[in-house]
Nanobody, 116 residues
Framework: QVQLVESGGGLVQPGGSLRPSCAVA??????????MTWYRQAPGKELDFVAT???????VYADSVKGRFTISRDNAKNTVYLRMNSLKTEDTAIYYC????????WGQGTQVTVPS
């Protein structure tokens, strides 16, 4: 069973930046060959797609974060990152990583709070 561990969230003022990370406990060969996705769930709302990175490094973003967030991966560390710039109040959520189909066991997520 693949273990996902998100970290790096926090409290940041509007306009600030954070870079959460997601450590994936799986063999390097499997990680290198896998696409990974960041999701988020705001209070009282459903889980939303944020960004995906394929095994070749191609990226896709939700319109709401395009131009502000950057997803990246370090295959040597089995880790996926989400660089978040120009943060807004509406970015407040718990951020999770998973496969593009969301079929891996979900981690605990990392809380990002941008106060109004």
């Amino acid at each position: 069973q693949v273990q996902l561990v998100e970290s790096g969230g926090g409290l940041v003022q509007p306009g600030g930046s954070l870079r959460p990370s997601c450590a994936v406990a799986v063999s390097r060969s499997i990680f290198t060959g896998s696409a990974m996705t960041w999701y988020r769930q705001a209070p009282g709302k459903e889980l939303d797609f944020v960004a995906t990175i394929t095994r070749s490094g191609t990226t896709v973003y939700a319109d709401s974060v395009k131009g502000r967030f950057t997803i990246s991966r370090d295959n040597a560390k089995n880790t996926v990152y989400l660089r978040m710039n120009s943060l807004k109040t509406e970015d407040t959520a718990i951020y999770y990583c998973n496969s593009p189909t969301g079929t891996l066991s979900w981690g605990q997520g990392t809380q990002v709070t941008v106060p109004s």
